[in-house]
């Protein structure tokens, strides 16, 4: 039998397996569910196998079992299986950030952007995997070679969300391997193709069999039983504050090493000095692109009221000129919410902040062309209170809210006045108020003149507060996550 993720046909529409052991099959349940494109979605893209605690059991036993071998395998090997998978993902980016388009929603440009960006940190794993291990000490015995090494920690959940389909994935699953751990993967339940394609790259690309393991399924079948299962020993969680601080509380219970990145509430301050033109096209990039929908989102513009009418009204005309509609058409700059639960949430907040006396500074006429895809228009709200829901909430959606205030430190104040702290942004054109920024602002990552979202693969990435666990991904940071440090004290045998 061929060993293909397509393990069946339900009429045109393919059947997609698990990953256990180096075999694709599908759950042990014969169950599979169907996933649909966002913005039509009468499109089947497929059907996805239903994982279960069986299926979870197989797979951590598969990784559980490869790991010895995998964690006393040479980096090297390691690096060079990753740049092959790399190399394999480069190859197909544009039909998989295709697919990730028509599986998410998020604009073509986004949706191939992400997949090179996957590829960009399967790239840069390798070439982590080839760094340092250790390092050598002095030691009170000068006979003595004192180092430490840091090793793999055993097998490893990755627990995804939808938004960033391919690229999370990649930036966590990438450093667990290239560390020497071994992988179960549960991806988010509405984007399973695209752990597909990242699972089929590093397959291929010739990780030995049960290292990497994908189970597809929904929280409660397969993250549960995964998160709870004793032979899982570091877990890495990327989604909301409750399903993470529940995730947290349960496996550290049980002593497992856990990392969260969670949600956020970025600002961007636009300050009077400002290059307003400059301001207005990364307030709306950081607050509109994939539909809103990343934790690095711009959802409050904090602006000096000096400046706050001439950016509003700028901010009003140009969101509302956006091209929704279709992401897989050329022309569409913003694509629909991911479901029509997220859909439906996102125009209720909306409607609650008009009810709440808030003013909708774009036009929310309904468009007539959009289908039956989940669409929300885009919403700029003027004159927003710092203290209103819509100021302290994470909508997850095309919504920003512009906060007039009176200088930087008032900006600072409002803009820490949140529980959440992952990513936050200055426009200004002076020096001392953007080191100001920088030391009182407290936020995980930090910009001066560019949006709030974003993250290259080489630095570390996560929030203050609310939105993180203290712990970074990415970088060298993601070294510290994967592996834990053995100290050596290696002396000669007494001579004789
Ligand atoms: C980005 O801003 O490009 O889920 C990355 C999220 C974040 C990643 C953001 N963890 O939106």
Known sequence: MVNSAVIDQHGAAPVFGLYINGEWRAAASGKSYENRNPARPDDLIGSFASGGTEDVDAAVSAAAEAFTAWSMSSPITRANILYKASEILASRVNEIGRELTREEGKTLKEGIGETSRAVQILRYYAGEAQQPTGEHYPSANPATLLYTVREPLGPCAIITPWNFPIAIPAWKIAPALAFGNTVVFKPATLTPLCAVRLTEALAEAGLPEGVLNLVTGSAGEVGDPLVNDERIIAISFTGSNEVGRQLKMSATARGAKVQLEM??????????????????????????????????????????????????????????????????????????????????????????????????????????????????????????????????????????????????????????????????????????????????????????????????????????????????????????????????????????
């Open 263 to 496: 949600g956020g509430k970025n600002p961007a301050i636009v300050l009077a000095d400002a290059d307003l033109e400059h301001a207005v096209t990364n307030v709306i990039n950081g607050a509109m692109m994939s539909t809103g929908q990343k934790c690095t989102a711009t959802s409050r513009a904090i602006v000096d009221h000096r400046v706050a009418d001439e950016l509003s009204e700028r901010l009003a005309q140009r969101i509302g000129a956006l091209r929704v509609g279709d992401p897989q058409e050329e022309a569409t700059q913003m694509g629909p919410l991911i479901s029509a639960e997220a859909a439906k949430r996102v125009a209720g907040e909306i409607d609650r902040a008009k009810r709440e006396g808030l003013t909708l500074l774009t036009k929310d006429g309904a468009s007539t062309d959009l289908g039956d895809g989940y669409f929300v228009r885009p919403a700029l709200f003027g004159g927003v209170a710092p203290d209103s829901r819509l100021a302290q909430e994470e909508l997850f959606g095309p919504v920003l809210g512009v906060i007039p205030v009176d200088g930087l430190d008032e900006a600072i104040e409002v803009a820490n006045n949140v529980r959440f702290g992952l990513s936050a942004s200055l426009f200004t054109r002076d020096i001392g108020r953007a080191l100001t920024f920088v030391r009182k602002i407290q936020a995980g990552v930090v910009h001066v003149n560019s949006e709030t979202a974003g993250a290259e693969p080489q630095v570390p990435f996560g929030g203050y507060k609310g939105s993180s666990s203290y712990s970074r991904e990415q970088g060298k940071a993601a070294r510290e996550f994967f592996t834990q440090v053995k100290t050596v004290y290696l002396d000669p045998p007494p001579s004789a």
